[in-house]
Nanobody, 121 residues
Framework: QVQVVESGGGLAQAGGSLRLSCAAS????????MAWYRQAPGKERELVAT???????NYANSVKGRFTISRENDKNTGYLQMNSLKPEDTAVYSC???????????????WGQGTQVTVSS
């Protein structure tokens, strides 16, 4: 059993910052890619950023230069530092962890419940 829990969402003013955390726990053998997604009301889910085990990162063009994804492999925890926030960043942010769980021969994707980020103008 693997659980993924996000935290750190909330309300920020435009130009402000928030830091999201994503903690994976349970019967984890290894955690591969960790990714952050977001979904705004009435819009499709958007991939925001990814980070692999070796630290390789990728970002959506809309957040490049403003958001930074990181991780602590020994804690199975990832982070999304969001700076220079804009009202259009308002969305539910969800974390996805690609994990090999004990007793499983393959990796599976586990999602958190999501955390609301609201940016006021």
């Amino acid at each position: 059993q693997v659980q993924v829990v996000e935290s750190g969402g909330g309300l920020a003013q435009a130009g402000g910052s928030l830091r999201l955390s994503c903690a994976a726990s349970g019967s984890i053998v290894s955690m591969n890619v960790m990714a952050w997604y977001r979904q705004a009301p009435g819009k499709e889910r958007e991939l925001v950023a990814t980070i692999s085990t070796d630290g390789t990162t990728n970002y959506a063009n809309s957040v490049k230069g403003r958001f930074t994804i990181s991780r602590e492999n020994d804690k199975n925890t990832g982070y999304l530092q969001m700076n220079s926030l804009k009202p259009e960043d308002t969305a539910v942010y969800s974390c996805k962890a690609r994990v090999q769980a004990r007793g499983r021969w393959r990796v599976d994707d586990y999602w958190g419940q999501g955390t609301q980020v609201t940016v006021s103008s």
